[in-house]
Every structure is written in C-alpha cells, then in structure tokens.
C-alpha cells in the first residue's frame, strides 16, 4: 500500500496534494508508453516508427518542462 501512496503523491499537484495533476498524469502514462516502446524495440525487434517516438517524447519533455517551471513560478497568494 506504500507504493500506492508513494506514486499518488508523486502525481498529486503541488498545491493540493487531495488532487491529482492532470499534467503529471499525462506525463507519467508517456513516459510508460516510451518505455515499453524502448524495450519491445530491444528485446522482441518490434519496430516503433520514428515520428511516433518523436511524439511521444515531446509530450514527456513539455510535461516535465511545465511541471518543473511550476516549482520556479512564483505562486500566488489566494
């Protein structure tokens, strides 16, 4: 159950730890998707087309630029 809870606190936003960011959501299931694309290349030969790769690295790079510049952005007083 603590890995459960350590990955929900990993996705959860940073002002609001109840509530999951859609960012971080979006950005971990690309990050998943490359990986299982990296290893099905390696291990079983199947062939993932470049610009699919291409893609779905931009998608993880963009969620981790913008999750990251949320940390460096002065936050708001509400």
């Not at 459960?4 to 959860?12: F, I, T, V």
């Not at 990296?38 to 610009?51: D, P």
Request: with cysteine.
């Amino acid at each position: 159950m603590n890995i459960l809870a350590n990955l929900k606190g990993m996705l959860a936003d940073g002002h609001d730890a109840n509530c999951l960011s859609s960012k971080r959501v979006i950005t971990f299931m690309a990050t998943l998707l490359v990986m299982v694309a990296f290893v099905a290349n390696m291990i079983w030969g199947l062939k993932v087309e470049e610009y699919m790769y291409n893609s779905m690295m931009v998608i993880v790079l963009g969620g981790l630029g913008t999750t990251v510049a949320e940390k460096f952005a002065p936050r708001s007083k509400e």
